[in-house]
């Protein structure tokens, strides 16, 4: 990709060729992610609030998770797919715009239908947001394709880390009303993504030459990559439920079983995630170093132990354990995505759209599964089921090697 020009001050140094990995664009675009990302984890961060003030069980939590999660899981191979035939530089301002509208919604609804609308239009955001994204992170990678995703994700990782810590010091002294405060924020996001967007456009047409000759010759037959594929979505479907339980249901874990305060669960899920967020940035450039499947057997499979203790453990451990727990599962979303990109090359917006919206819904059905789990046991059942979920990770050994997968021409 040519980048010898472009907005948001990006630049390639003298005597650099096409290889040259944007990092400004990628960085931008990842405090956006950051954004994005911190915006929508407000939402499960003051449950606690909206639960105690509209008298919400534990189920109605859930239908707001699976609002949100259902309606960015939904749109997201919709936006990729039309994306991969028109790419839209600009309509990541108007999906951050979009996720401000559901914020601004959120802070001032009166009802449990309010927030479910809010929580939907919050998903709308994220559905236009990320395909295009991925899409402009991988574009300025200079072929370092796990490197760029995993700075691409680990802005997003960042922000539903900072949203429970900002919400604990922020929302829950200050109330609902206080979610307004985060259009700021928002606003910030859109302006950055003007630029970006403005860079890409100017490059639209050498990035597309790029893609036209990055074509690959399947040594797989079109079952094996549906196989393949299959695999790659269970193993989402193990790490997203287990990851619904924190998002969703940590800090009431957390309050129900050892007596912490609100503010204190925060903190604590502030830790889990970022742990996640940490544990997203090193699964790319390992993958690139050693292979994808490596990486994925050892992330979804590896953090078994510690997710089978977690349930048994006391508060400090409790707390400790969610640290290797979030380092070791976060690592596999960037392999599994970028793995994906070269199963299925020349599709970019389609399969991100499809892999971060199998994230968002598998989170929310899981969030509801789990929400009614809770409501008819109790919340400590909830985190005993899960613990056997990344046992799933066993089928990644199914998956085919690096070089029977797929060869440049």
């Avoid at 940490?278 to 510690?306: E, H, Q």
């Amino acid at each position: 990709m040519d980048a010898k020009t472009g907005e948001v001050g990006v630049q390639a140094p003298p005597g650099q060729g096409s290889s040259e990995t944007a990092f400004r664009v990628i960085a931008t675009v990842s405090f956006c992610h950051c954004l994005n990302d911190l915006i929508q984890s407000l939402l499960p961060a003051v449950y606690p609030i909206l639960k105690s003030e509209y008298r919400l069980d534990f189920a109605q939590v859930g239908l707001i998770t699976l609002a949100f999660q259902l309606s960015a899981s939904l749109l997201q191979p919709v936006v990729g797919l039309v994306t991969d035939r028109r790419p839209m530089p600009y309509s990541l301002t108007v999906g951050m715009g979009v996720s401000l509208l559901g914020l601004l919604l959120l802070a001032t609804a009166s009802s449990f239908g309010v927030i479910l609308v809010a929580g939907a239009l919050i998903g709308v955001g994220s559905a236009i947001f990320h395909p295009e994204a991925s899409r402009i992170a991988r574009a300025a990678s200079g072929g370092r394709h796990g490197l760029s995703q995993s700075i691409f994700q680990v802005g997003g990782n960042l922000g539903q880390a900072l949203g429970p810590l900002l919400a604990a010091f922020i929302v829950v002294p200050r109330g609902q009303g206080s979610l307004g405060w985060f259009s700021i924020g928002a606003l910030v996001g859109m302006a950055c993504l003007f630029q970006v967007g403005r860079w890409y456009a100017s490059h639209l047409s050498s990035t597309l030459a790029r893609r036209a000759t990055d074509t690959r010759e399947h040594v797989l037959s079109r079952r094996h990559v549906g196989f393949a594929v299959l695999v790659l979505v269970l193993l989402v479907f193990s790490k997203n439920f287990y990851t619904a339980s924190f998002t969703s249901y940590y800090t009431f874990y957390l309050i129900e079983r050892f007596g912490v305060s609100v503010q204190e669960a925060q903190i604590y899920l502030f830790v889990a995630l970022g742990a996640i967020a940490a544990g997203t940035i090193l699964g790319g450039p390992i993958g690139d170093r050693i292979g994808r499947k490596p990486v994925i057997i050892g992330s979804v499979l590896g953090v078994l132990p510690f997710t089978l203790i977690l349930p048994m453990a006391d508060l400090f451990w409790t707390v400790a354990l969610t640290v290797p727990i979030g380092l070791i599962l976060a690592s596999s979303l960037t392999a599994i995505l970028v793995y994906a990109l070269e199963l299925v090359p020349g599709r970019i917006g389609l399969v991100s759209g499809l892999f971060f919206g199998l994230s968002f819904g598998m989170g929310g059905l899981g969030a509801a599964a789990l929400g009614e789990v809770a409501d008819r046991t109790s919340i400590e059942t909830v985190y005993r089921i899960c613990a056997w979920l990344p046992a799933i990770g066993i089928l990644a050994f199914l998956l085919p090697a690096a070089r029977e997968r797929a060869e440049p021409r």
